[in-house]
């Protein structure tokens, strides 16, 4: 691969018809813009990150996840870039004029892919991915399974958030414009961690849908991303290089602040978090970190501090693993995460902070609570939802179906495509709208006039 082709201003669903910028916006500011924007990305303050959303205490929600994600990639981008203009000045001065206008899109790149990289979670967190998942694979759902092709059933069978958003963004609904949020390639590409079908996928998580496989292959072709293997069961691709920024800001937005959210709930002491954080330097730094604010100080602002010097560590460390390692990134060669190569003393401390979430946090009572009922509640609604799409002529599936936008052809098309269309209403609801819908279809409440 090669930054020339990777960083170009195509965009999806307008190919062929870009036009010189006429104002100071960049063409990968406007996707920035136009995501911050949207109403599915508005929704994202309603979806749940880890813990419930918040009664008296603040805690992180998808949006709020998304935007620190956002913040922490642009400085990823941003910094990279600086370097690869001052190694490509060296190598290559005969293409400075092409690649530093490239280089230094690539905080906005990675930013704007970062803002969209959640936006295709269902409701609930992990626990809606796995309702339908789990809704695929049992009994009841294999009388559906003559409808669908091969990769779509395993689209459905192995469902993943992480290609609910290319679908979302790239995917034409009812009533909209031909490639949905028309996005650049860069962007698009940015978000695709799993760049490889759902027929290949190992464990639930894969990068397109078989309805995206062909925009997909599109852009990958136009960006000179390579075939890395390709046989009657599916397709897979080396990833984009700036998958690896994205990947890094997400990996340490969601560890590090999961960390001081546990410790607002007072699931973590201050101690204990205090200790978490700190393990992260040595011993000198760890001197300056702590004494930088006095004992009798703010405790949650001495935490706040801590983890921002973590992230600000963290960050500094990827920027300098994915420099040393560009060649091997660009030939598609290179293993792991950015974060699964930083140094000892980081990566342990890292770990840590990993095995400390999944003991203290991931099960915690106030996180598994929410786990049960949102599995229930998008497991039900997704029974009753396919049941009306099966039989539209019934008088209570007319009324089910009424409830959905008709962006979504839940009564239009083969089978298949109207249960993904099911799935699609499902994803796009907020935790609130999901809890809501499924108390009035229960009996449990009624519409206030």
């Not at 290089?241 to 937005?253: M, Q, S």
């Not at 009572?365 to 099966?390: C, P, Q, R, S």
């Not at 019934?394 to 269309?421: F, M, N, T, V, W």
Request: aromatic share 10%.
């Amino acid at each position: 691969m090669n930054w020339i082709d990777l960083i170009s201003s195509e965009r999806f669903g307008k190919e062929g018809t870009s036009k010189p910028d006429v104002e100071r916006r960049t063409q990968f500011q406007r996707d920035y813009d136009r995501l911050i924007f949207s109403a599915a990305f508005r929704r994202m303050q309603n979806k749940t990150q880890v813990f419930p959303l918040p009664g008296s205490i603040f805690v992180h929600n998808r949006l709020t996840h998304s935007l620190e994600v956002a913040s922490v990639g642009r400085s990823l981008g941003n910094d990279v870039g600086e370097r690869l203009v001052e190694k490509y000045i060296r190598l290559r001065p005969d293409l400075t004029h092409r690649l530093n206008p490239r280089f230094e899109s690539l905080g906005d790149i990675v930013s704007a892919a970062c803002l969209a990289h959640d936006m295709g979670n269902p409701p609930f967190g992990h626990s809606g991915e796995n309702a339908i998942r789990t809704f695929f694979t049992e009994t009841k759902a294999q009388s559906l399974r003559h409808h669908f092709s091969d990769q779509q059933w395993s689209d459905m069978a192995h469902f993943d958030g992480n290609a609910n958003t290319l679908r979302l963004l790239s995917h034409q609904f009812e009533g909209r414009r031909p490639g949905g949020f028309v996005m650049t390639y860069p962007t698009l590409a940015s978000i695709v961690k799993y760049p490889y079908s759902s027929t290949l996928a190992t464990k639930s998580k894969f990068g397109f849908f078989a309805s995206e496989q062909e925009g997909y292959c599109r852009i990958a072709k136009k960006l000179g991303i390579p075939v890395v293997r390709q046989t009657d069961k599916g397709i897979e691709f080396a990833r984009h290089p700036l998958v690896y920024l994205v990947e890094a800001a997400d990996d340490i937005c969601y560890e590090i602040m999961d960390i001081e959210d546990a410790f607002k709930l007072r699931i973590l002491s201050f101690e204990e978090t205090c200790d978490l954080l700190l393990d992260f330097f040595d011993y000198d730094a760890r001197c300056d970190i702590a004494t930088t604010y006095s004992e009798d100080s703010d405790r949650n602002d001495r935490i706040v501090f801590f983890r921002a010097c973590v992230i600000n560590l963290l960050e500094r460390e990827c920027v300098r693993i994915f420099m040393e390692h560009e060649e091997e990134i660009l030939a598609g060669s290179f293993e792991g995460s950015l974060i699964s190569h930083l140094p000892e003393r980081q990566l342990h401390a890292y770990k840590h902070c990993s095995e400390v979430a999944k003991q203290r946090i991931y099960n915690c009572k106030e996180v598994t609570d929410i786990d049960l009922a949102g599995f229930h509640i998008i497991y039900t609604l997704l029974n009753l939802m396919v049941d009306a799409v099966m039989s539209p002529e019934k008088a209570y599936s007319k009324l089910l179906i009424s409830q959905a936008s008709s962006q979504y052809a839940l009564q239009k098309g083969p089978i298949a495509e109207r249960i993904i269309s099911v799935v699609d209403y499902l994803t796009g609801m907020t935790d609130v709208f999901a809890l809501d819908l499924y108390r009035k279809i229960e009996g449990h409440s009624l519409p206030v006039v």
